[in-house]
């Protein structure tokens, strides 16, 4: 097992609930998506990676797909003593739609949120209903991410600002069905030098954790800001949570790239991010992770790499986090350490990380990537990706259940 350095309290907390974890126990792949005679090509794109959620039982998956000659948004829903997924439902409307972000309501009942004609739009759907669509404003907007907080939603996304993406997050009250729009802010206050992409958030304690790339210093790094009371649209200065190399930086250029971040909260109080970096430039991207800390002056611990050392020179991918409020945690990417791509997963073990563990199911000669990942109060994991049989044909998405191991 490989050890690296994680911050000692969630050490602590982590190695009272996880110390005896085994791997889960997984069933047999679902399709999500039926078998298509013509090329379609399904995305599991959303910022944040929130294409999975469950309510009261029943499992839901959102993507866009371009099976009708135009890229749309649809879900599919799964009850837990079932088989097999419902067909399709186109949630988007005539323009073109992508990256929709998805969570779970109470009852069987989930938000998502999407892009389309460069607006964000949003529809509270049920297995049996779908609500009225609001769109958030007339400015240019995209990569939409969501999270939930006693009913209440936040969602954050990339906004237009003259040339560049600015990240700014809405407060919406759930009456029933209905969405309301309550108040919208900057994350970040500081004038937009250069784009900011990709946002994610997570609630911690009654505190807003937003997490995005940021391009202000010439290349990609991840940054990150919070408010301290969820109520409220007030956010402290951001800081900066992918580490600066030392040494010297001329086989980056400006510096490093980075990709993709991912938050999730679990336990109390605890959040992670992880995102895809690419620090050694004779390697591929690696799976990097670092811990909330809840400080003014810091607000993410140390930087640790995820994956283990077989991971090596190959290209790891589509950095994924789950959590759950009893502790659980673990991480997802799709790897190609095997010749093609398949998905992994690590978590925490002892204080560090566990080996990588091939999904049984998501890997072999098929290309699996794209993962989006849950974990359900008991720590069973739920998983979807994409997968292509082929070089250049078509995809299909895929469902596995993992019931956690006693």
């Not at 309290?9 to 005896?20: D, E, K, N, R």
């Not at 209440?152 to 069905?177: A, F, K, N, P």
């Not at 408010?227 to 580490?243: G, K, L, V, Y």
């Given at each position: 097992m490989r050890l690296r350095t994680l911050g000692l309290?969630?050490?602590?907390?982590?190695?009272?609930?996880?110390?005896?974890a085994q791997p889960w126990e997984f069933g047999k792949p679902v399709n999500v998506t039926s078998t298509q005679s013509k090329k379609i090509?399904?995305?599991l794109e959303s910022s944040g990676r929130h294409n999975i959620a469950i309510s009261a039982g029943t499992v839901a998956i959102a993507w866009e797909d371009d099976s009708d000659g135009t890229p749309r948004v649809y879900l599919a829903y799964k009850d837990g003593d079932k088989q097999a997924f419902s067909k399709k439902i186109k949630i988007s409307g005539k323009g073109e739609a992508y990256e929709p972000s998805l969570v779970a309501l109470k009852n069987k009942r989930f938000v998502l949120a999407w892009e389309e004609d460069s607006r964000i739009q949003m529809r509270v759907v049920t297995p049996n209903d779908l609500g009225t669509t609001i769109i958030l404003s007339k400015?240019?907007?995209?990569?939409?991410?969501?999270?939930?907080?006693?009913?209440?939603?936040?969602?954050?996304?990339?906004?237009?600002?003259?040339?560049?993406?600015?990240?700014?997050?809405?407060?919406?009250?759930?009456?029933?069905?209905?969405?309301?729009?309550?108040?919208?802010?900057?994350?970040?206050?500081?004038?937009v030098k250069d784009d900011q992409l990709y946002p994610s958030v997570a609630s911690a304690a009654g505190r807003v954790i937003v997490a995005w790339e940021d391009r202000r210093l010439g290349h990609t790094i991840i940054m990150a800001a919070q408010?301290?009371?969820?109520?409220?649209?007030?956010?402290?200065?951001?800081?900066?949570?992918?580490?600066k190399l030392s040494g010297k930086r001329s086989a980056f250029g400006m510096g490093h790239g980075v990709s993709r971040v991912a938050l999730t909260a679990y336990g109390f109080g605890k959040v992670l991010a992880v995102w895809a970096d690419k620090r050694y430039y004779r390697e591929g991207h690696d799976i990097y992770a670092a811990e909330y800390v809840s400080g003014k002056k810091q607000l993410f611990g140390p930087n640790?790499?995820?994956?283990?050392?077989?991971?090596?020179?190959?290209?790891?991918?589509?950095?994924?986090?789950?959590?759950?409020?009893?502790?659980g945690l673990i991480v997802g990417w799709d790897d190609n350490r095997d010749g093609d791509a398949n998905i992994m997963?690590?978590?925490?073990?002892?204080?560090?990380?566990?080996?990588?563990?091939a999904v049984p199911g998501a890997d072999g000669t098929s290309e699996q990537n794209h993962p989006t990942i849950i974990l359900d109060q008991e720590g069973n994991l739920h998983l979807a990706w994409i997968e292509r049989a082929t070089i250049g044909g078509s995809t299909q998405i895929y469902y596995l259940f993992g019931r956690l191991a006693k």
């Open positions: 309290g969630v050490l602590l907390y982590l190695t009272s609930l996880w110390a005896h090509f399904h995305h400015a240019k907007a995209a990569q939409p991410s969501l999270t939930v907080i006693d009913q209440q939603l936040l969602l954050v996304y990339s906004q237009r600002e003259g040339r560049y993406g600015h990240i700014q997050m809405q407060r919406i009250e759930i009456d029933e069905d209905k969405l309301h729009l309550k108040q919208e802010c900057a994350v970040d206050t500081v004038p408010n301290h009371d969820q109520n409220s649209c007030s956010f402290d200065s951001a800081q900066r949570i992918s580490e640790t790499k995820v994956q283990d050392s077989f991971g090596g020179i190959a290209q790891q991918w589509h950095a994924t986090v789950a959590g759950n409020s009893n502790g997963l690590s978590w925490p073990e002892g204080n560090g990380w566990s080996d990588d563990y």
